[in-house]
């Protein structure tokens, strides 16, 4: 199976709703909020097709223009599609849109013990910046992350 990435746009909320609620059956995000994210203007979001037809993933990214701060709103990824690579991918793209804005911080909350993601995030250099006791619900926490956002990395010409 291989997959495709574009920006999301509210054409896709039904499909995004659907893979928000099969992955998080406790907590998912209202088709209301959904919508907002999508139609944001500050927001960025992708989506990630596979050769199916079927929406696997979805990210994305708020940051407005002129604040110098972004924020990783949600990484997520059809249990089918997971370990080959398709959020390191959409949160590097993210990451390109957020230098694109002038973001020069980008932060995320993870909850804590989510080592998939916790992993994820650490692998892309992102860093602990505090605990945020319940902040999902009853013992719940979540950990706020920073990245500093290095330069675009280019290769030497003929290099
Ligand atoms: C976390 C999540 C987004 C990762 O998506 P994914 O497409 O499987 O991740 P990738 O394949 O891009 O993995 C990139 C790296 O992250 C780390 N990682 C990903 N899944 C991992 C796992 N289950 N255990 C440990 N490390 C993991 C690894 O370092 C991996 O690199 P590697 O495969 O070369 O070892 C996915 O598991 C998911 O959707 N989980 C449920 C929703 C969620 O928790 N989202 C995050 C909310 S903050």
Redesign the pocket.
């Known amino acids: 199976m291989t997959w495709s990435q574009r920006r999301a746009t509210l054409d896709d909320l039904d499909e995004l709703m659907a893979l928000e609620t099969e992955?998080y059956p406790d907590d998912a995000w209202s088709r209301e909020i959904m919508a907002g994210e999508l139609g944001n203007e500050h927001g960025y979001y992708l989506v990630a097709l596979a050769d199916d037809g079927a929406v696997d993933?979805y990210a994305g990214l708020l940051a407005p223009i002129g604040t110098g701060q972004g924020d990783i709103q949600?990484?997520?990824?059809a249990p089918r599609?997971?370990?080959?690579?398709?959020?390191?991918?959409m949160v590097l793209q993210l990451l390109n849109e957020a230098r694109r804005r002038g973001v020069e911080e980008l932060f995320?909350?993870?909850?804590v013990g989510?080592?998939?993601?916790e992993?994820?995030y650490r692998?892309l250099g992102f860093e602990d910046l505090a605990v945020r006791p319940n902040y999902y619900g009853p013992g719940a926490d979540a950990r706020t992350m920073r990245l500093i956002v290095p330069p675009a990395r280019t290769a030497p010409a003929g290099g």
């Open positions: 992955i993933a949600t990484v997520s990824v599609a997971r370990r080959r690579g398709l959020a390191r991918s995320l909350e993870v909850r989510n080592e998939p993601a992993t994820l692998e």
